[in-house]
């Protein structure tokens, strides 16, 4: 199918063209003909598979230029919100509509200055959006058309309750349009109490971690993670790679040591400014930044074309965040490979994530440092024959012999074998001889069986379902501990109790001094099996016990 199958207007098919928009995506061929008749449309997809397209070009093929503000976007961060604004803006070009951002960390003076100027559609951050609502600077009767995208995003940062009153404030008659990469029962909620009868669109879960994304995972120790993750970034070179931290302090100390092993590294977490994160945004499309170290929050609904690795340094607790992460690679039909440092209780976690991926990781390990210094010495290898080819161009004969004479002052001195071999030495990071770096341990994950739901070991008795008592079914009625020389009655050697043997067993006794004490014949009463210990097939005795 082609876009100028979907009832488009001739206007915005010209400006998809322009663009270079050809074909359609699934979400999208599903998506804008629901749209465009007026339909409430409840979409599960990832990032990366046109939702901004999806959702767009219906939105604008339905705006009158003339109005006022039309249609509102909900992002859960300031990039996403960013991103979805220059992309709408691009598709209404034609149309000369104003489509504005508003966010937090950002004067809310000029936001507010820019939708009085003029807006037809609004894209923004829960928060802000609410202190705009609150503050009569935007108002939402005249919305036609309502959009969530990653509605789950929001719901794990807390922003339900500034969604439902966001949508209270916009009339009953509007069209929803929600998108999701996940489905829990939350979003359900909100189609069920906000939407009119919505069309479910939803990627199978193939599709949601795409074929063309290998994923591994590497079993691994906290304090080895960072050589493993250099190793890789060494033998596996990718063009552009995205670590995944758990925290923000960890995001800074993977930055701080990248950069001293000798990697183009910057990070993005909620302690940056707007300003700074928008930086190393454009730093890490343009290709000035080798590895972009983030938290799962700060690199919610980050576009960028070209990721050929996803390192996950902490796995991720919910399965949903797993999605997201990877969902980075492997665009626009592109191969992609992601790799996830798990430790070994923390595999529970990661049999979740393929349980709901329907996708299995393959473990691999980790390369060796003998593997990691080859692979350096290759790319030092290259780096120099790529120099010396373009220093050989005709254009850069002067600057290729700026140095002729110190170049032949130490052809002089020096072999010029030695002098090359120390020119690779200072490119090749060799393991044996770079920076110590340290990296703070974080709190592991609680402990998690292959159910993936965080539940922590059980000591002692354990009361199972009757089909994990395989062991009970033993027919060795000796399970542990020893139990005496048992006879047919099941009561071993010991002698029963009997009443008579000592009547006098409580109550007042008389003075201490008076007591007469008798070990061979005080005869106490056989201390009783606890439930415990009766199930468990073993007896515990105290140490003074008979």
């Given at each position: 199918?082609?876009?100028?199958?979907?009832?488009?207007?001739?206007?915005?098919?010209?400006?998809?063209?322009?663009?270079?928009?050809?074909?359609?995506?699934?979400?999208?061929?599903?998506?804008?003909?629901?749209?465009?008749?007026?339909?409430?449309?409840?979409?599960?997809?990832?990032?990366?598979?046109?939702?901004?397209?999806?959702?767009?070009?219906?939105?604008?093929?339905?705006?009158?230029?003339?109005?006022?503000?039309?249609?509102?976007?909900?992002?859960?961060?300031?990039?996403?919100?960013?991103?979805?604004?220059?992309?709408?803006?691009?598709?209404?070009?034609?149309?000369?509509?104003?489509?504005?951002?508003?966010?937090?960390?950002?004067?809310?003076?000029?936001?507010?200055?820019?939708?009085?100027?003029?807006?037809?559609?609004?894209?923004?951050?829960?928060?802000?959006?609410?202190?705009?609502?609150?503050?009569?600077?935007?108002?939402?009767?005249?919305?036609?058309?309502?959009?969530?995208?990653?509605?789950?995003?929001?719901?794990?940062?807390?922003?339900?309750?500034?969604?439902?009153?966001?949508?209270?404030?916009?009339?009953?008659?509007?069209?929803?349009?929600?998108?999701?990469?996940?489905?829990?029962?939350?979003?359900?909620?909100?189609?069920?109490?906000?939407?009119?009868?919505?069309?479910?669109?939803?990627?199978?879960?193939?599709?949601?971690t795409a074929d063309n994304i290998d994923q591994y995972?590497?079993?691994?120790?906290?304090?080895?993670?960072?050589?493993?993750?250099?190793?890789?970034?060494?033998?596996?070179?990718?063009?552009?790679?995205?670590?995944?931290?758990?925290?923000?302090?960890?995001?800074?100390?993977?930055?701080?040591?990248?950069?001293?092993?000798?990697?183009?590294?910057?990070?993005?977490?909620?302690?940056?400014?707007?300003?700074?994160?928008?930086?190393?945004?454009?730093?890490?499309?343009?290709?000035?930044?080798?590895?972009?170290?983030?938290?799962?929050?700060?690199?919610?609904?980050?576009?960028?074309?070209?990721?050929?690795?996803?390192?996950?340094?902490?796995?991720?607790?919910?399965?949903?965040?797993?999605?997201?992460?990877?969902?980075?690679?492997?665009?626009?039909?592109?191969?992609?490979?992601?790799?996830?440092?798990?430790?070994?209780?923390?595999?529970?976690?990661?049999?979740?994530?393929?349980?709901?991926?329907?996708?299995?990781?393959?473990?691999?390990?980790?390369?060796?440092?003998?593997?990691?210094?080859?692979?350096?010495?290759?790319?030092?290898?290259?780096e120099v024959m790529r120099d010396l080819d373009i220093?050989?161009?005709?254009?850069?004969?002067?600057?290729?012999?700026?140095?002729?004479?110190?170049?032949?002052?130490?052809?002089?001195?020096?072999?010029?074998?030695?002098?090359?071999?120390?020119?690779?030495?200072?490119?090749?990071?060799?393991?044996?001889?770079?920076?110590?770096?340290?990296?703070?341990?974080?709190?592991?994950?609680?402990?998690?069986?292959?159910?993936?739901?965080?539940?922590?070991?059980?000591?002692?008795?354990?009361?199972?379902?009757?089909?994990?008592?395989?062991?009970?079914?033993?027919?060795?009625?000796?399970?542990?501990?020893?139990?005496?020389?048992?006879?047919?009655?099941?009561?071993?050697?010991?002698?029963?109790?009997?009443?008579?043997?000592d009547k006098d067993r409580g109550g007042y006794k008389?003075?201490?001094?008076?007591?007469?004490?008798?070990?061979?014949?005080?005869?106490?009463?056989?201390?009783?099996?606890?439930?415990?210990?009766?199930?468990?097939?073993?007896?515990?005795?105290?140490?003074?016990?008979?």
């Open positions: 199918m082609k876009f100028n199958e979907l009832g488009l207007s001739e206007g915005l098919l010209a400006e998809l063209t322009a663009i270079g928009y050809e074909k359609p995506t699934p979400i999208q061929e599903q998506t804008i003909k629901l749209a465009l008749d007026g339909k409430d449309v409840l979409g599960q997809a990832q990032t990366g598979t046109g939702k901004t397209a999806a959702f767009g070009l219906p939105t604008i093929e339905k705006i009158d230029n003339n109005g006022g503000l039309q249609a509102l976007v909900i992002a859960p961060t300031r990039e996403l919100a960013v991103q979805n604004q220059e992309e709408l803006f691009r598709f209404g070009k034609y149309k000369g509509l104003k489509v504005r951002t508003v966010y937090g960390g950002s004067s809310i003076e000029k936001q507010i200055k820019a939708l009085k100027s003029g807006v037809h559609i609004v894209v923004g951050t829960p928060g802000r959006l609410v202190d705009l609502i609150k503050r009569k600077a935007l108002k939402l009767d005249t919305i036609e058309t309502l959009i969530l995208d990653e509605a789950d995003e929001m719901l794990n940062m807390g922003f339900l309750e500034d969604i439902e009153f966001i949508i209270g404030s916009t009339p009953s008659t509007r069209q929803t349009l929600l998108f999701s990469a996940t489905m829990p029962n939350d979003i359900k909620k909100i189609g069920v109490k906000f939407m009119h009868d919505p069309q479910q669109i939803k990627v199978a879960a193939k599709e949601m995972y590497i079993k691994a120790k906290e304090f080895e993670k960072f050589d493993i993750l250099t190793r890789l970034l060494d033998v596996e070179r990718p063009e552009l790679a995205i670590v995944f931290g758990r925290t923000k302090r960890r995001v800074d100390e993977l930055i701080r040591g990248l950069k001293l092993r000798g990697y183009r590294a910057e990070g993005m977490h909620g302690d940056l400014d707007q300003n700074k994160r928008l930086a190393v945004l454009r730093d890490f499309k343009a290709g000035h930044i080798d590895v972009l170290v983030a938290t799962d929050v700060a690199a919610r609904g980050l576009d960028v074309s070209g990721v050929t690795h996803v390192y996950n340094y902490d796995i991720t607790q919910d399965q949903e965040s797993y999605v997201h992460r990877i969902g980075r690679t492997g665009r626009a039909g592109n191969k992609g490979r992601s790799t996830t440092f798990v430790s070994y209780n923390e595999m529970g976690y990661l049999r979740a994530i393929e349980n709901m991926t329907k996708k299995p990781m393959k473990g691999i390990k980790p390369p060796t440092k003998d593997e990691a210094y080859k692979a350096s010495l290759g790319v030092a290898m290259d220093a050989s161009n005709a254009d850069a004969q002067t600057k290729l012999h700026k140095f002729d004479k110190q170049a032949e002052k130490l052809l002089e001195q020096f072999d010029a074998m030695e002098l090359v071999d120390l020119l690779l030495q200072s490119r090749v990071k060799d393991p044996d001889n770079q920076e110590e770096v340290k990296i703070s341990a974080e709190r592991p994950l609680p402990f998690n069986g292959e159910d993936g739901r965080g539940k922590k070991p059980r000591a002692g008795h354990r009361n199972r379902d009757k089909k994990d008592r395989k062991w009970r079914d033993r027919d060795d009625d000796n399970r542990g501990g020893y139990r005496g020389n048992r006879d047919k009655d099941g009561k071993g050697d010991r002698k029963p109790w009997n009443r008579d043997r008389g003075k201490r001094e008076d007591r007469k004490f008798d070990n061979k014949n005080s005869n106490k009463k056989p201390r009783k099996s606890t439930g415990t210990e009766k199930s468990a097939g073993f007896v515990m005795r105290n140490r003074g016990d008979k």
